[in-house]
């Protein structure tokens, strides 16, 4: 399984983005997908999360502002992330999991920076 992330970059305060993150084989394989951040020295957190039933959970510093979806049909999932924020630079990670094996697929990771 591969995942490829893409759509970070530079971004000024109050600005959008889109994370996309595409997979090798079908998306309906995986329970779960997400989106991750971590900055250096501290650990990986969850940002958002879609399941295969369509539930959405997000961390508390991005609800009402980021946006988790998934395409079926081209087995890939986005994060729109609206009125950023500095405190939301960070290396994102896409992630896949299966409850099968408790298995975890990560992707390359995409800088996301946003200036003040």
């Known amino acids: 399984v591969q995942l490829q992330a893409s759509g970070g970059g530079l971004v000024q305060a109050g600005g959008s983005l889109r994370l996309s993150c595409a997979a090798s084989?079908?998306?309906?394989?995986?329970?779960?997908m997400g989106w991750y951040r971590q900055a250096p020295g501290k650990e990986r957190e969850l940002v958002a999360s879609?399941?295969?039933?369509?539930?959405?959970d997000y961390a508390d510093s991005v609800k009402g502002r980021f946006t988790i979806s998934r395409d079926n049909a081209k087995n890939t999932v986005y994060l729109q992330m609206d009125s950023l924020k500095p405190d939301d630079t960070d290396v994102y990670y896409c992630?896949?999991?299966?409850?099968?094996?408790?298995?975890?697929?990560w992707g390359q990771g995409t800088q996301v920076t946003v200036s003040s």
């Open positions: 992630n896949a999991y299966r409850a099968f094996g408790n298995t975890n697929y």
């Open positions: 879609i399941t295969s039933g369509g539930r959405k």
């Open positions: 084989g079908s998306i309906f394989t995986f329970d779960r």
